[in-house]
Each structure stands twice: as C-alpha cells, then as structure tokens.
C-alpha cells in the first residue's frame, strides 16, 4: 500500500485477531480495535503505531487466551490490572524512521547515529 501512496495515511480500526491482547476493541465496531498506524508513502513504512490499551483485568485475560499468551510472562501487569489503572492510550515514533523519511535516505541505517554494520567493528 505505501508504495502506491505520495502522502503519508493512517490505517485504523485494525481487525482484532492482528494485534496484541493489549489493545481496546471497538464497542460499536466488535472485532475490531481502538488502534492506529500512520504510514509513510512511497515504501518508506511505518512511521507511527498506536491506540486505546485495554484497562479491565477481565478482558485482558480473555484475550490472553484467545491469542495464546501465557499470563504467568505478565504476572505484573495483571497485578496493576487487579488493582486498577485509569484509561490510557498513546503512541510511538520511530525517530530514525522519521529522519530518513524527511531525508529521503535509503536505508535505516544510514539515519542512525551509531549503526551496527557487519564487518565492521569499533576499537
């Protein structure tokens, strides 16, 4: 889809079954989540990913289950779920990713201030 874009867009409401136990779903749109990503065009990928986290114990156990997670690996999550967390969302910016994209770089690496490049090694 980036390729065949010249503008960066959003993807929402992304079906429940792609994305992790974490997220809000839809009330009004069942199956589907409270989520986001923003894409640069042109093959440049993802530029921002995000959504509504999921706050109730309940809900995040049951899909814990459904996608296989194993709650023992988020004992201490489920804890600050038992005990209660407000309502939450956000998002996160991959910075290298912003600067090749405004910079029209080719590759990762070379928006990165200390890449790690095979063959090559620091004193």
């Known amino acids: 889809i ?4 010249e503008e960066p867009f959003f993807i929402t409401d992304y079906p429940k079954e792609a994305r992790g136990f974490y997220y809000i779903e839809h009330e009004e749109k069942p199956g589907f989540l409270k989520d986001f990503d ?3 065009p042109e093959g440049y990928g993802e530029a921002v990913s995000g959504g509504e986290r999921e706050y109730r114990y309940e809900k995040v156990t049951e ?3 459904e996608t296989g997670e194993d709650p023992r690996k988020y004992s ?6 038992k005990y209660g967390i407000p309502k939450s969302a956000g998002f996160g910016i991959g910075l290298e990713r912003l600067t090749r994209y405004i910079c029209g770089l080719e ?3 070379e928006a990165t ?3 790690k490049l095979p063959g090559i090694f620091s004193p």
């Open 76 to 81: 201490w999550y489920l804890d600050m779920l």
């Open 113 to 115: 201030p200390f890449p």
């Open 38 to 40: 923003l894409l640069y």
């Open 107 to 109: 590759k990762i690496w």
């Open 2 to 5: 980036s390729l065949s874009q």
């Open 63 to 65: 899909r814990m289950k």
